[in-house]
């Protein structure tokens, strides 16, 4: 018994109705579908800046008046602050370079020198270590340059 109310149930449910309408009916119907289809579209839109966008800025200024010139005045500072610091690093990366030359340099230049005092006291063997180190200097010194200007 249960299986005979079920199977008119599905039979039922599996029937399709016609639904008879007028064409100005139908417009109207579809008209309303279009309205609720063009209330649904949605406005958005990004902001991306040191700054709050200018509506957001407009509201601001409803509570404070001085907030939207503060916004402002932060974001000018720190970009005032970041140029400052790439001014610096700059800087100090070229005394760096200048360093990183000068020092092989002066050792070089001083090992020659302590090399020809060697020679006039007679000691060519010392004299000679100490040209080979200068030489390795200067030539250690010149090729960390080249490794590091073809980077």
Do not use: C
């Amino acid at each position: 018994m249960k299986n005979n109310e079920q199977e008119n149930n599905v039979k039922e449910l599996s029937q399709e109705k016609s639904i008879v309408m007028t064409e100005t009916e139908l417009h109207e119907l579809l008209d309303g579908i279009q309205e609720e289809i063009q209330q649904t579209i949605l406005h958005s839109e990004k902001f991306s800046g040191p700054v709050p966008h200018p509506n957001h800025m407009k509201q601001y200024k409803i509570i404070d008046k001085s907030l939207p010139h503060r916004f402002t005045k932060m974001a000018e500072d720190n970009l005032s602050h970041r140029q400052s610091m790439e001014k610096l690093v700059t800087k100090g990366e070229l005394i760096m370079s200048f360093l990183g030359w000068l020092t092989p340099t002066g050792i070089s230049f001083y090992s020659i020198y302590t090399a020809s005092e060697l020679i006039q006291d007679g000691k060519s063997i010392e004299a000679l270590v100490s040209l080979i180190a200068a030489l390795a200097t200067l030539g250690g010194a010149f090729y960390m340059k080249q490794k590091v200007d073809n980077k």
